[in-house]
């Protein structure tokens, strides 16, 4: 318990060491451009095939449980959207990009550490948490919620594509459940999710990059370490906030 309060003081301090004005506004924009770059469309290609995927297995495994004539195909559609929207689309891509970006943004700053980058910077008279961490958590706060709005539209017509091809429901069908009783609410609920996960996913290996002491060995470590610890605190971010918000 000491041990988990002392990080979170650390990560505390840390962000509120990030939040003071750029010293240079130019060179801040084009870190925090590359980090959009970074996080957001080198990460596109993944979420686009994972949500493809998991559209069409949950088109075809609803299918497959819902075999009673008493209920309509529609239903089909509508628990692919719900699904997708409510759950699988923020969730699943924000643990899968918590190890793409994570590991990536603490070895990055972890090797910067260890290899006196940050001190130089800090001699120069840089704010390093402003400079280092400020873009990337900025980056992932607009990006991730964009890449979740396309992994819901990729996995709702990968779905649309998977019940064409496997005949378990027509077009008409699938529009006809894709409308009939969509929430609004939903969207809110997968976005407030995406923020948070965004700056979870973020935060955590900024810090514990941030704070690597030793050589490559813990590097790796404090690697392994920030994607378990980003997982498990996005998986109870998503139980606290659908208990709070649904």
Known sequence: ???????????????????????????????????????????????????????????????????SPLVPKPVIAGIVRDSSILELSPTVICIVLAGVVGSKIASELGNMRVSEQIDALEIMGINTKTYLVLPK???????????????????????????????ILSREQFHQGLVQGFVPYNIFFAMVKAFTFAFILSTVPAYYGYHVKGGALEIGRASTTAVVVSCIMILLADYILTVLLL
């Not at 957001?40 to 819902?66: D, E, H, K, N």
Request: proline residues 3%; charged residues 10%.
């Open 137 to 167: 958590i900025i980056a992932a706060m607009i990006m991730v919620p964009c890449l979740i709005i396309i992994s819901i539209a990729v996995s709702i017509w990968g779905g649309y594509i998977a019940g064409m091809f496997s005949s």
């Open 1 to 67: 318990m000491r041990n988990v309060l002392e990080h979170f003081g650390r990560a505390v301090l840390m962000l509120k060491g990030s939040i003071a004005r750029p010293e240079n506004a130019q060179v801040y924009w084009k870190e925090f451009m590359e980090q959009c770059n970074d996080i957001g469309i080198r990460s596109l290609p993944i979420v686009l095939i994972i949500s493809l995927f998991l559209g069409m297995v949950l088109t075809v495994q609803t299918a497959y449980q819902l075999v």
